[in-house]
């Protein structure tokens, strides 16, 4: 603290001519415009005329203040006022004002890696000038903590804030360091709108006239993936100076679109992954960004843990709820990591920082070719034998056709979901992937899986979650080490497949929204893992069979029944179930956070609370 107060003192003195200047100009200044607007804000009228002074005031401080910056029209350096948006640069002038005010001591500014939090803070020399000279006259001075990954106390290492002799900004990527570190004020850098996104573009591309029509479409198309981010959008527009052709423009596209091309813009969005530090975090971050989309709701978030649980990612837990509170942690931190973006009650997941993801991964062990239209799977000689997991997700795939019989003998998870148009898969397919774990062709057009399927031994997730047109499953009693069998949705789906009690290892099974109306007499008992049960009838007795549930959907036929299952699950410390009695669709009991349910019998209501 001696050493910067020493610093500080020795550039004052070097100016000081110039900071009386400033002085006196800013406290001019100062007095009469914020004696005006005080004045305003209690409601005091005032003539035009005096109006037009408080313009008048309020421009000559924008002169002199560092926000929003000015450049000529024929220059190509980018100024603050581009790089943030008509919102953020309100809040930013808002923070100056704030900072040559006393009312608040340490300054919050966050928002996502090259989203402009540093730039808003290097200051012109008239503005930093007047800075200098307003906080030499209250004999004060600016400490900026630019990047801080992590909250400290700002009394442990001696920055004496409460004084009021200094004022501290910190910028970060996390809302949580603001909090942690008590900033009394917290300005968000948003990402910039498409009006924004666009002037930025053309002015750092340089172009000389207007761009062609088919140019500008793909121009657009480039500027959608960078969603807003000026660091992003900046470099793209550097790399496309002075290209004209439009098949390069297209080359670029496609480049981006495929995740061909590595981006100055990842090694700063890389910062934050790196930062998460804990390898677990790391990976579940990674797996997010393969499997998820751009906007993630809180069904979503549900997904993802339940996708965590699949790929084995989540431990030190038997219990689901445990494994549930774990993965919420794991999401939690990646959000305060600013990986992730609150947005309307969503977390909004920039596609760059998506980009960022598949470059971390290696192209080697993992194939990502997920939404992106294919009609057919990838050729053969894509399925090498380094091959870990396949993501093929949201295409137009129709068939997994005969003459393909992939030999990735490490392949542990293949996501086919949400191919709607798949209909077909061979015989052949599944020989040579003895491997696989994570089997996913939800909201898939197949009518019956292959008999393939039934010497996957080593699989432990088979998801077929709303597959309408689903009606035939072959044996699964060789599949010992399955634990999770979701058939959600399966409308068509009359039967259990055979060889059900031979699954010991099972702890999810979903069968509600299928044909299935009870599970086989004597499966229930066999299942003695099961954690997680979701069917249309439960028989008399079958809630004893089942020790560990705990989280239950079904329905019931009468109150010791619906007493019996409350009891099971209150043992198990169930957080929720929902249990259906007499005719289903009338008395829905749903329970989340803590156990409560409410059912209905003819006239009488019974409310139990646990």
Same mark, same amino acid.
């Given at each position: 603290?001696t050493s910067?107060?020493r610093k ?7 100016h ?9 100009k800013w ?7 914020w004696s005006?607007?005080q004045?305003?804000?209690e409601g005091?009228?005032f003539p035009p005329?005096?109006?037009a ?6 421009k000559?401080?924008?002169?002199i *203040?560092?926000?929003p ?6 220059s190509?350096?980018v100024?603050?006022?581009?790089l ?6 309100r809040?930013?002038?808002e923070m100056?004002?704030?900072?040559l ?7 919050g500014v ?11 803070l290097r ?7 007047l ?8 004999k ?9 990954w992590?909250?400290?106390?700002v009394?442990?290492?001696g920055?004496p804030?409460?004084?009021?002799k200094?004022?501290l ?12 570190m008590?900033?009394?004020k917290?300005?968000?850098?948003? &990402?910039?709108d498409m009006e924004?996104s666009?002037?930025?573009?053309l002015?750092?591309?340089?172009f000389?006239?207007?761009l ?8 657009r198309?480039?500027?959608d ?5 000026p660091?992003?959008?900046i ?10 052709k ?5 080359d670029?596209?496609g480049?981006l679109?495929?995740s ?8 700063? &969005? ?5 930062n ?13 960004m393969?499997c998820s ?9 549900e997904?993802?843990?339940e996708?965590?649980?699949e790929?084995g ?5 038997a219990t ?13 931190k990646?959000?305060?990591?600013g990986l992730?973006d609150?947005e309307k ?15 971390v991964v290696?192209s ?5 070719k997920a939404?992106?239209g ?10 090498t034998d ?12 129709e068939e997994m056709p ?6 990735c ?10 191919n709607?148009t798949l ?7 599944f ?10 062709l ?7 899986l292959?008999?393939s399927i ?10 077929l979650q709303?597959?309408?047109a689903?009606?035939f499953i072959?044996?699964?009693?060789k *599949? ?5 069998l979701? &058939?959600?949705?399966?409308e ?12 010991a ?5 979903? &069968?509600?929204?299928t044909e299935?109306?009870?599970?086989p007499?004597?499966v229930s ?7 997680y049960?979701a069917?249309?009838?439960?028989r ?10 705990e ?8 109150v ?6 409350v ?12 249990l ?13 956070g803590?156990?409560r349910g409410l059912y ?11």
């Amino acid at each position: 603290m001696t050493s910067l107060k020493r610093k500080l003192e020795e550039l004052i003195r070097s100016h000081q001519a110039d900071m009386n200047k400033l002085k006196s100009k800013w406290m001019r200044i100062e007095e009469q415009y914020w004696s005006v607007v005080q004045a305003i804000r209690e409601g005091i009228s005032f003539p035009p005329e005096k109006v037009a002074e408080v313009e008048g005031l309020s421009k000559e401080l924008e002169q002199i *203040l560092p926000v929003p910056g000015r450049s000529s029209k024929t220059s190509h350096l980018v100024t603050i006022e581009e790089l943030l948006g008509k919102d953020t640069r309100r809040k930013v002038k808002e923070m100056f004002y704030t900072m040559l005010r006393n009312e608040f001591f340490i300054l919050g500014v966050y928002g996502m890696g090259g989203v402009g939090k540093t730039a808003i803070l290097r200051t012109r020399r008239e503005g930093a000038g007047l800075l200098y000279g307003h906080l030499n006259a209250k004999k004060a001075c600016i400490l900026i903590l630019d990047g801080l990954w992590k909250p400290f106390e700002v009394k442990d290492v001696g920055i004496p804030v409460e004084t009021g002799k200094l004022k501290l900004i910190v910028t970060t990527r996390s809302p949580d360091v603001c909090r942690m570190m008590l900033c009394q004020k917290q300005i968000k850098i948003e &990402l910039l709108d498409m009006e924004d996104s666009w002037r930025l573009f053309l002015k750092k591309l340089c172009f000389a006239g207007e761009l062609p029509r088919e140019v500008e479409q793909i121009a657009r198309s480039l500027l959608d993936r960078c969603c807003g981010l000026p660091l992003g959008i900046i470099e793209i527009a550097t790399r496309m100076r002075g290209v004209k052709k439009e098949r390069e423009w297209r080359d670029m596209l496609g480049n981006l679109e495929e995740s061909r091309m590595e981006l100055d813009v990842f090694k700063r &969005l890389q910062l934050s992954y790196l930062n998460l530090g804990d390898e677990q975090v790391q990976q579940c971050f990674l797996h997010s960004m393969l499997c998820s989309g751009n906007l993630l709701s809180e069904a979503d978030r549900e997904y993802l843990i339940e996708s965590f649980i699949e790929e084995g990612l989540l431990g030190g837990s038997a219990t689901r709820q445990g494994l549930y509170d774990q993965g919420n942690d794991i999401l939690d931190k990646i959000e305060g990591a600013g990986l992730l973006d609150p947005e309307k009650g969503h977390r909004y997941l920039h596609p760059l920082t998506r980009d960022m993801a598949l470059h971390v991964v290696r192209s080697t062990t993992h194939m990502v070719k997920a939404y992106m239209g294919l009609k057919e799977i990838p050729e053969e000689v894509f399925w090498t034998d380094r091959l870990e997991k396949v993501f093929l997700q949201g295409n137009k795939i129709e068939e997994m056709p005969y003459n393909v019989s992939p030999n990735c003998p490490k392949l542990t998870r293949l996501s086919l979901y949400d191919n709607s148009t798949l209909g077909d898969i061979h015989e052949s397919f599944f020989r040579h992937l003895k491997g696989l774990a994570v089997l996913d062709l939800g909201r898939t057009g197949i009518t019956k899986l292959p008999d393939s399927i039934s010497q996957l031994e080593s699989l432990e997730a088979l998801l077929l979650q709303s597959c309408f047109a689903l009606r035939f499953i072959p044996y699964v009693g060789k *599949l010992g080490s399955l634990r999770k069998l979701d &058939l959600k949705g399966c409308e068509s789906l009359e039967e259990v497949p055979e060889g059900m009690e031979m699954l010991a290892n099972l702890r999810y099974l979903a &069968l509600d929204g299928t044909e299935i109306e009870t599970l086989p007499e004597g499966v229930s008992g066999k299942l003695v893992n099961l954690q997680y049960l979701a069917i249309r009838k439960l028989r008399a007795g079958e809630e004893v069979k089942l020790p560990k549930v705990e989280e239950l959907h079904c329905s019931v036929s009468n109150v010791e029944m619906f007493n019996a299952c409350v009891g099971s699950l209150e043992r198990n410390s169930s957080q929720r179930y929902r249990l259906v009695m007499g005719a289903p669709e009338n008395f829905s009991l749903w329970c989340g956070g803590r156990l409560r349910g409410l059912y209905s019998l003819i006239v009488a209501t019974i409310s139990l609370r646990v």
